[in-house]
C-alpha cells in the first residue's frame, strides 16, 4: 500500500510518519503532484496558522488538487480545518470540501484546548484554538466549550481535529481503519 503524506511545511509529518511505521507501513512524504495522485491512501495533516497553510499550499498548486483527489484522503488537525471553506485564523478562503466554516473558541476556558480528551468513548490528543461546529458531516463529537467536530467524513475525505499520531491506542486504532478503508 502507498500512503503519501501532503508535506507542505505546515505538518507533523514527522511524528505522522512514525505512527505510520509503528504500523508496519513505510508512508512517503512529499509536494509532488504526481507522486499524491499515485496514492493509495494520502494524509493532509497540519499544525500551524490557516492562512499561512493555505498560502503554501497556493504555490505548490496543491489547493487545487487536494479537492479532486479521488482516493481516501485523512486530513489532520490544521488539515481537517483547511478542507473546510473558510477559518476564521487569518480570516482564509479554504479548500471548501466541506461546506463548513472553522471558528475561534471563545475563550471562557483555557485557548488553546490543549491535552487529552475524549471523542465518541475514545480518548485523543488535541492541541487547538479553532474548531469546525458540529454538522452535517460530523462522525464523532468532542465537548471542550462547546460541542464541536471531532471527525468528519464526506465521501473519500475523512477529517480528525485530534492528533491520532499522538494519541496512543485511540489513534493506532483509527489509522488502521483509514488503512483498512
Known sequence: MKVVIINYGAGNTQSVRYAFERLGITPILSDD????????????????????????LREKQLDLLIPTLKQPVLGICLGMQLMCNFSEEGNTKCLGI?????????PKLKVPHIGWNTAENNWYYFVHSYYVPVNEY???????ITDFSAAMQKGNFYAVQYHPEKSGKGGEELLNKFTAI
Open 33 to 56: 503532484i504526481a507522486e499524491i495522485l499515485t496514492a493509495d491512501k494520502v494524509i493532509f495533516p497540519g499544525v500551524g496558522h490557516a492562512k499561512a497553510a493555505m498560502e503554501v
Open 98 to 106: 466541506f461546506n463548513e466554516d472553522v471558528k475561534l473558541f471563545e
Open 138 to 144: 460530523t462522525t464523532e463529537t468532542c465537548n471542550y
